[in-house]
């Protein structure tokens, strides 16, 4: 079922992770795009008006803060991306999506809703 109301939001970490994908020969074998045709692909995708880029939302550093207090006391270097996802969700007020059960399981213990893809 396809909800109208969708929206696919971009920010700047999941950006430069799409143009990272796209032009990675391991991830995309003899499709790997110059970073030319990566943008091009990325600015096809705002194109769709249920697409977005969206800058940081007022909070967000108050929210990174918190969802990596579980790790203030270690090094944890691997778990700052999937904090600071979190926390741009939280400040947006947005659902998280992810394809990380992982991630899924943090939001969850955060109350934050996350939808895993799988």
Do not use: N
Not at 2 to 25: H, K, M, P, W, Y
């Amino acid at each position: 079922m396809e909800d109208e109301a969708a929206e696919v939001l971009f920010c700047r970490f999941r950006q430069v992770g799409l143009l990272r994908l796209l032009s990675t020969i391991g991830v995309m074998g003899d499709d790997c795009l110059p970073l030319r045709k990566a943008w091009a692909v990325y600015d096809r995708w705002l194109h769709d008006p249920k697409v977005e880029f969206r800058h940081e939302p007022a909070g967000v550093d108050e929210c990174f803060r918190h969802t990596t207090s579980a790790w203030a006391s270690i090094s944890a270097p691997k778990a700052l991306g999937d904090c600071y996802l979190l926390a741009w969700s939280q400040a947006a007020h947005v659902p998280l999506v992810t394809f990380d059960k992982g991630l899924s399981r943090l939001a969850g213990k955060l109350y934050h809703e996350a939808i895993l893809l799988v």
